[in-house]
């Protein structure tokens, strides 16, 4: 077999075998008792030093090279699939195969202390974990700033986002930063001036949001034969394009998150079952980054969904799921409120205008705890801090401040940036698509 | 690092990436929705060639030859657990990886046609899929006989309980099927001397077998902060030690149905809790056969409770979980019932004497396909002939008859006589046990 069509057939295996591994994860979020978190953080470190080894086998950088030697031969499409393939590689390649277990076992043990620390609003039981993830983390930071020439920040961004550098986010995230104080008190003081919204009065059965948001999912495009809607601490969306796995959680005293979150994932869930099926276990076929990927769950959630089109549509069928009438349940209230800017305290249910202050402390927080400039330590005095200077509030505990989000307890740091340079990215494609209408 | 170390170390990585497989099989059977299927079927088959190349890596042999030229070194566990290993590098090294990959994707499509094919009475349908098992199955045993030095059929049967020969099996199943019909009679005839035990009115709603199945597991053993109770269409034990999966299937007018499955299913899975901690991942602490992981099973369903003693207990709390009362829910009469002989159809809802007849019908039938005496077509006919002549009845249909297991259809060939092997040794240890009280 010549280079090429075996790096195919070696990156298809890995690629099956990563599909196994999100399943493996899919259940440990939403189905796997408490019992099982040893053994299962067990069972996916093996599998992802499996997945490195197979990604770095020596083997594996001759057909890279040979195969980019004779890439004259090549079509557009394999073109581009062997350049992801080497970037693939030399993630993989930059970490040895120790580290990768020792961090995929840290990060496991982590997440599972984390589910309990977080309701127990209890930063001290979750500092030592989060100082051993760091601490492998920037291992790996360190490992992959060297193989892509960039930090270590930007090395464990790179894994999300291909090339993204800090030098490309700063501008953009400190002009929002300088453009968010006046422009936040001018869009309170307009919603001041109108009357306020009629808050929808529940409460609402769990069974019934269930099926609502089934139907909602269904609305933008989910076909269930091919997709599962489930509960979990901090949603996502996990599965195969031909097998989703959408989760939510949702509150008996407000329907609009649960069927929010469902609608957010359902984008993500949409874009990977979009995924060109003739490429569908190639590098070139998977998501390149999260910023497009985000893109597409927030034109679902923020650009379609909270439009005066769908809630139109929407509101009724709302108001009959729950046999609730008058002025809470009707479109333009629900548009008012599915639209209403305030001060708050958890990210993943900020308006469009605070949401980008939430991603920018993270990410400066982050950067400083790469960076080896703030300890882990003084995590929840600079959360507090920086949120006050943002938004002109402060978290009365860690539950509702640096313990809120999943990402760096479970090794996921630089990853915050995407977010809004999705959120940015989606408002963009979706003008330019209503323009080009 | 010496011989033996480097296998264990090898073997314990093997082990937990069969776990994972355990897992991909839970979730295909009881949460993956039917668009899944091919996408899973691909997963498996990735991680079945890995572990089948992880354990015949050419490195595997020799580290087996050296241990064993060394084996006065090693203590009793270490010996018997160095025996296991070879005997699965056996089974391994007997087949080819093109084989395994192809029959696992066989068998996966199979399985899947099942559980259409079942429901809607297709046994034509099924018939394309089954010659296709059935070839490649055949196959495989031809190698195993090869690589272990017996017959196809028993090579087949090695994997699931080691040395099995069809010349200890036939005695034994000889026997009872010839001791049968007078027994059968007799009993018959006695218990129709004696009034009729009340059937139990049902419905009995879902939810509440949910519930009561939980406290039944509980009962035996089961910890649910270490396992999930879930519904599948034909149940089985999966996961691990520390998070078992049981499962089950519940009829509204018969909540005896439900029950006793799970009471099944929770002794296997209390078989696997049990297991050696300190080879929790070492072939010699793996169950070695399925004689005596059935004779578990059956112990507790069977031998425990069926017994006046276990529905002494369990009656008032039937009674009080459904709101019932009456003559039929007493524990008498519950004890009636769950000891009733009768001629029936469907091997899962047999009872104790008349069960073994539905597994000889199956051993024989299986012993002349993989002999190639029996043409899958003639299936049906071979099969309702077959269980008339063991036990006077005829299935009306193939959902009744010849499709009701999903053993032959995905791939689990050489399997039956453990069943009935298991229940005659359940009633010995039990027996044993008793008198050792």
Chains 1, 2 share one sequence.
Not at 4 to 22: C, K, M, N, Q, T
Not at 187 to 214: D, S
Not at 274 to 290: E, F, L, N, T
Not at 341 to 369: F, G, K, N, Q
Request: proline fraction near 6%.
């Amino acid at each position: 077999m010549s280079a090429y069509p075996e790096l195919e057939a070696r990156f298809r295996r890995i690629s099956v075998l990563r599909d196994g591994a999100r399943v493996l994860n899919w259940d440990q979020s939403v189905m796997m008792p408490p019992g099982g978190a040893a053994a299962r953080a067990e069972q996916i470190a093996a599998l992802e030093v499996l997945l490195h080894e197979l990604t770095t086998n020596p083997r594996m950088e001759e057909l890279l090279d040979e195969a980019e030697a004779g890439r004259g031969g090549l079509d557009g499409w394999q073109d581009a699939n062997l350049a992801e393939m080497r970037r693939r590689w030399r993630h993989a390649n930059a970490v040895p195969a120790d580290l990768v277990e020792a961090y995929s076992k840290a990060c496991s043990a982590s997440e599972k202390v984390w589910r309990k620390a977080r309701p127990e609003n209890d930063f001290a039981g979750m500092l030592p974990h989060l100082r051993e993830v760091l601490r492998l983390t920037r291992e790996v930071g360190a490992a992959k700033g060297a193989a892509f020439d960039c930090s270590a920040y930007e090395g464990l961004a790179d894994l999300y986002e291909p090339d993204l550098r800090v030098a490309e986010i700063d501008p953009v995230f400190d002009d929002y930063a300088a453009f968010l104080p006046d422009f936040l008190d001018d869009v309170l003081a307009r919603q001041a001036m109108a009357t306020a919204p009629h808050p929808p009065e529940g409460p609402f059965p769990i069974a019934i949001q269930r099926e609502l948001c089934r139907r909602m999912a269904e609305a933008v495009g989910i076909d269930f034969e091919a997709a599962r809607l489930d509960e979990t601490l901090h949603p996502f969306s996990g599965g195969v394009p031909e097998d989703s796995r959408i989760t939510t959680r949702y509150e008996e005293d407000d329907f609009a998150q649960g069927m929010m979150g469902v609608l957010h994932e359902s984008g993500h869930a949409m874009y990977e079952i979009g995924r060109p099926a003739d490429w569908r276990y190639q590098p070139v076929g998977r998501a390149r980054g999260m910023i497009l990927h985000e893109s597409q769950s927030l034109i679902v959630e923020m650009q379609v969904c909270r439009s005066p089109e769908f809630l139109g549509w929407a509101a009724p069928v709302i108001a009959e799921a729950f046999a609730k009438e008058g002025p809470a349940f009707e479109a333009e209230n629900l548009y008012r409120l599915a639209t209403r800017v305030e001060r708050s305290l958890i990210r993943v249910d900020a308006d469009e205008v605070t949401y980008p202050a939430h991603v920018i402390l993270r990410y400066r927080l982050e950067l400083a705890m790469i960076g080896d400039e703030l300890d882990p330590a003084e995590l929840p005095a600079a959360w507090n801090d920086g949120l006050e200077a943002l938004l002109g509030i402060r978290p009365p505990d860690d539950r509702l401040g640096c313990l809120q989000d999943i990402h760096w307890y479970s090794g996921a740091w630089g990853y915050f940036p995407t977010y809004t340079l999705g959120a940015m990215t989606a408002a963009q494609l979706f003008d330019a698509a209503k323009r080009d209408d």
